[in-house]
């Protein structure tokens, strides 16, 4: 089993910075990917930002130049550097992890969530 552990959400005026971290534990051989969504009231989960093992990034369209995404691999911890945040932002962020649990088998999991809301 897998556990993943979102930290840094909380309020933040229109236009502040916000760190998440999501560190994961539990029986893992080596990770594929880990990153961030997100999903507002009455919308759907949304792509913020993934890294993968090879150090490769992906954004969303809505926070390219505004949010970072790093990946620890020793740490087994991902961030998300979230500036220059908007109303819009405002949501619980989810992090993701796609883990080799052996040589064979890899599975996806998701953390529970922190939320950010961004006031204006």
């Known amino acids: 089993q897998v556990l993943l552990v979102e930290s840094g959400g909380g309020l933040v005026q229109s236009g502040g910075s916000l760190r998440l971290s999501c560190i994961a534990s539990g029986s893992i051989d080596g990770f594929a990917a880990m990153g961030w969504y997100r999903q507002a009231p009455g919308k759907e989960r949304e792509l913020v930002a993934t890294?993968?093992?090879?150090?490769?990034?992906n954004y969303g369209d809505s926070v390219k130049g505004r949010f970072t995404i790093s990946f620890d691999n020793a740490k087994k911890t991902v961030y998300l550097q979230m500036n220059t945040l908007k109303p819009e932002d405002t949501a619980v962020y989810y992090c993701?992890?796609?883990?080799?649990?052996?040589?064979?088998?890899?599975?996806?999991?998701w953390g529970q969530g922190t939320q950010v809301t961004v006031s204006s």
């Open positions: 890294s993968t093992s090879g150090s490769s990034t």
């Open positions: 993701h992890a796609e883990v080799w649990i052996n040589s064979f088998v890899r599975n996806t999991y």
